[in-house]
């Protein structure tokens, strides 16, 4: 009889190590602590850090421009203001295409310079500022409108035009906010999706 139980014991280890192994590998493949677990109501403790664009000194006596670069370094129409640019927000399998936040706090998609033409306004903060509060303590509900012009608690804001893509799935009858301050581009915020993980750039309307 105890031989057939441990043969018994035996059998069951032998068929869950698979299924224990496929479960590690998933883990390691979506990068265990910074695993998309989808939002699912996890707030970011604190907002991006402060982007680092800033362009090295110049040396002195250095070139003002090297002769023989490629002819796209020099015939290379301006970007234009406002123009679509192509990101890739996908960092791991399985992760949004979307500005995201890792459940470490790490801001994916964040590291737009802070003189990227399409964050200018001319009259930055026109409106106002928001001040029903900031981060996790203050989690409000989409209360109705889209992505032009949406509310909640009295407070109206639109999403920036080249951030419509990553709006497509938000619920605009009760999703889960959270506005964070855009450390870099003055007159913008930053609105975080609890139910998606991910966020958009959002101006206040007063």
């Known amino acids: 009889m105890l031989k057939w139980a441990g043969f018994g014991i035996a059998l069951a280890l032998a068929l869950s190590a698979p299924a224990y192994t496929q479960e590690k590998g998933h883990e390691q493949e979506h990068g265990g602590g910074r695993g998309w677990n989808g939002g699912h109501g996890y707030i970011p403790p604190h907002g991006p850090a402060p982007a680092q664009h800033a362009a090295p000194p110049a040396q002195h006596g250095a070139p003002v421009e090297q002769h023989g670069a490629p002819a796209t370094q020099h015939g290379a129409p301006p970007a234009q203001h406002g123009a679509v640019e192509q990101h890739n927000f ?100 930053l609105a975080y999706n609890a139910r998606t993980g991910t966020y958009v750039h959002v101006e206040y309307l007063g």
């Open 90 to 189: 996908r960092d791991m399998p399985g992760h949004p295409e979307a500005p995201h936040v890792h459940p470490n706090g790490e801001w994916v998609g964040h590291n737009f310079a802070p003189n990227d033409a399409r964050f200018h306004l001319d009259h930055p903060f026109a409106h106002g500022h928001f001040t029903l509060g900031f981060g996790p303590g203050h989690v409000f509900h989409i209360q109705g409108g889209n992505r032009e012009r949406f509310w909640f608690n009295g407070a109206y804001f639109s999403v920036a035009p080249f951030d419509y893509p990553y709006v497509v799935d938000w619920n605009w009858a009760g999703d889960p906010i959270v506005i964070y301050e855009d450390p870099d581009h003055p007159g913008w915020y």
